[in-house]
């Protein structure tokens, strides 16, 4: 499946989703400024992947059964909690 969320956007909110079975969940590309909270990811190689220079509150997600549950590019800055 292609990426249902691949963002270029400035400020970006997923939260509430259910993202299975997809290659990327979540990509955030770059200077983007993202909460990611309280999100069922399942089943995916990069539940959520925070490419270069994004700022990423990422809280309060399930993520089951990921090859990378987060994966961090260069310079990506994220506060990341409570993680299933």
Known sequence: MWHPSR????????RNNDLSNNVFAIRVTSLT???????N???NIY???LMSSSH???????IVNS???IR????SKALIKTIL
């Open 72 to 75: 961090l590019s260069s310079s």
């Open 56 to 62: 990423s509150l990422v809280q309060d997600n399930s």
């Open 33 to 39: 400024n993202s909460k990611i909270q309280s999100n």
């Open 7 to 14: 963002i270029l956007r400035r400020h970006f909110y997923p």
């Open 47 to 49: 539940a959520i992947h």
């Open 67 to 69: 090859w990378d549950g």
């Open 41 to 43: 990811i399942y089943w």
